[in-house]
């Protein structure tokens, strides 16, 4: 069955391209171009798509075995492909900026009992810093991240309206080229007077032949175009989770979020190395004297 079925649709085919009119083998040359670039972007986006789902991978892994946000960024790791990473490198190489140019000094705080004296810190703590950056700083970090997430989702996305095109317009297109060859073969036979089978079929299998290509072009584009926008969106949501846990973490290791009472009496102490008490330096608060009021009657 399938042996007869082949030849029969090719010779079909054969048959309708060669009774169609000239507008309708202009509307087939159309869709074979709208076919040639719908299936060039169906290859580049899958092929795209299958190395960010494997490079993703990898990234991951490799991010989750660290325990600081920066040290992919400082061993120059690469996963190319991956959009996770992408996201990453950019949000890492301006931590690294400010922690460079713009960096708010930490003392370092005891971990234990013993690790303080009567006056604070010990000497090794007192010379022990940490280099973070001010709230202020890390929002551009958050801007870099944002704007890194929405760089990719355009990547990921790039192409897409040309198979969206290709489903939406494929058909009409087709239909457009059937319609006008069933007009003309209808005015061919108005014009001849002679209504017969023999005389319309020609013209109609011409005409049929643009909704076939029509649907040729739209059918692989519409599972292709199914298929990616889900792992898209997917690969989309992964990145804004992931931006919200960079984000936190950066936040959570490189952040100074002192209070200003901190920071000022942190300011002192280098000033006054001999006041090392923090306390010394903080403004105390008058204790509140309570007063009893008696009332008396008239």
Do not use: C
């Not at 030849?7 to 074979?32: H, Q, Y």
């Not at 930490?106 to 303080?116: G, I, N, Q």
């Not at 202020?136 to 991240?145: C, D, I, K, M, N």
């Amino acid at each position: 069955m399938e042996t007869l079925f082949t030849p029969m649709f090719a010779n079909a085919m054969t048959f309708a391209l060669d009774k169609a009119t000239t507008e309708g083998k202009a509307t087939i040359g159309l869709l074979a171009v709208v076919s040639l670039f719908s299936w060039t972007v169906i290859i580049k986006k899958a092929r795209q798509l299958y190395l960010a789902h494997k490079a993703g991978r990898k990234f991951f892994e490799a991010y989750r075995a660290t325990r600081n946000p920066m040290e992919l960024f400082n061993r120059k790791a690469d996963f190319t492909d991956a959009p996770a990473f992408e996201v990453y490198a950019a949000g890492a190489e301006e931590l690294a900026y400010h922690l460079k140019n713009n960096p708010v000094t930490v003392r370092a705080k005891a971990k234990s009992a013993s690790d303080v004296t009567d006056f604070g810190h010990t000497d090794h703590l007192a010379k022990s810093t940490v280099t973070k950056v001010s709230p202020s700083a890390f929002e551009s970090v958050r801007v870099v991240l944002e704007r890194s997430v929405g760089q990719q989702a355009l990547s990921l996305e790039k192409g897409m309206i040309i198979l969206s095109t290709a489903v939406a317009g494929g058909p009409f297109i087709g239909l457009l080229g059937t319609v006008w060859g069933v007009m003309e073969t209808f005015s061919g036979i108005a014009i001849a007077k002679a209504a017969s089978l023999t005389a319309m079929a020609p013209g109609v299998a011409g005409a049929l032949i643009a909704t076939v290509v029509g649907l040729f072009v739209a059918i692989p584009a519409m599972f292709a175009y199914n298929y990616m926008i889900t792992s898209i969106r997917a690969i989309t949501q992964e990145l804004d989770n992931f931006n919200s846990e960079l984000s936190t973490s950066m936040e959570h290791v490189y952040v100074d979020n002192r209070s200003v009472a901190e920071e000022v009496a942190d300011a002192l102490k280098q000033i006054f190395p001999e006041r090392a008490a923090a306390a010394d330096f903080i403004p105390q608060r008058e204790p509140v004297t309570e007063h009893t009021f008696t009332m008396s009657g008239v």
